[in-house]
């Protein structure tokens, strides 16, 4: 059996055309949807993904604005603009691209953005509410995996589901989204201690820990949904130098029903989900 691919780029595009239907209709009522973005620094990843924003936010008709600090900029600076944009209304959503240099406090930072334009969704009061079951804005990766899984129509109530990683920005949101849709949901970790012995009963495994090609075909249940949320760049061998997931895909391939690649997968998905998210915000802004 060799797997599906789900591919993030063509839901992406799809999904894209119509989120550029109703940007052109906001604008139509004199709300067109702005997206604020905040880059601290001069790391070469970052610069990249702040490029592809602006550039999504282009196609599909979002007003979109950059502010560039220096790595060394002080945390007064950064927050002043925070709080210059949360009272500018041509902006429905302020993004602050991590990481931030050593010394900001970067909960501080996320905090300070207005809940309402907080459309990554990092802030306390939405996490909050997601954990509660009615999110405000849900955390834009998790948003695109969960889009994905329903584009293929894969069920999740009753499911066993594996997500290894549990960071902020993905593997706790992720497991509270996958509650809400009614699977069994188990989360696992740097300590955890057999980590195959729980990859292997999943019925739909998401991997997001940025450690290239941790998941072997031999960890993956035959028949499972596979959903490669990492990214790496590799750095030895003759591979060095290309993109690669936290999946082995050529083995996990042999044995998934459905995977996502890397690069072209759930990456895409990302980008369209914080289009979405302040879209959103922009409709909310609009009925005010």
Known sequence: MTAKILDGNVLSAKLRESLRHRAAELAAQACRPGLAVILVGENPASQVYV???IRACEAVGVHSEKYEFSADASP???LARIAALN???KIHGILVQLPLPAHFDESEVLEAIDAEKDVDGFHAENVGLLAQGSPRFISCTPYGVMEMLAAENVSLRGKEVVVVGRSNIVGKPMALLLIG???TVTVCHSQTRDLAFHTRRADVLIAAVGKPKMITGGMIKPGAVVIDVGINRLTAGPDA???CGDVDFESAKEVA????????GVGPMTITM???NTIESAQRAAEK
Not at 257 to 264: H, Q
């Open 76 to 78: 007064k600076e950064v």
């Open 274 to 276: 914080l289009l979405a």
């Open 181 to 183: 849709a009614s699977a």
């Open 51 to 53: 490029r592809n924003k």
């Open 241 to 243: 130098g290309k993109l």
């Open 257 to 264: 029903s459905l995977i996502t690649p890397v690069p072209g």
């Open 87 to 89: 009272a500018d209304p």
